[in-house]
């Protein structure tokens, strides 16, 4: 999780062991084949590559 602090970004550290923070949600969700191999690859991709906003997916 991350949070700001004077402008700056800051990097919270927690125990997720097993678990991947979804991309749009922000939630920390179970690391499954599928999450890690094609959710969260094809999230990134439709955000950053093609300009879909988090609340159209």
């Not at 097993?18 to 955000?47: C, M, N, T, Y």
């Amino acid at each position: 999780m991350t949070r700001e602090k004077k402008g700056k970004v800051v990097e919270e550290v927690e125990d997720h062991e097993g678990q991947i923070q979804d991309s749009v949600s922000g939630h920390w969700v179970k690391a499954g084949p599928e999450e890690v191999g094609a959710v969260q690859i094809f999230i990134h991709r439709l955000i950053e590559d093609y300009g879909y906003a988090k609340s159209q997916i």
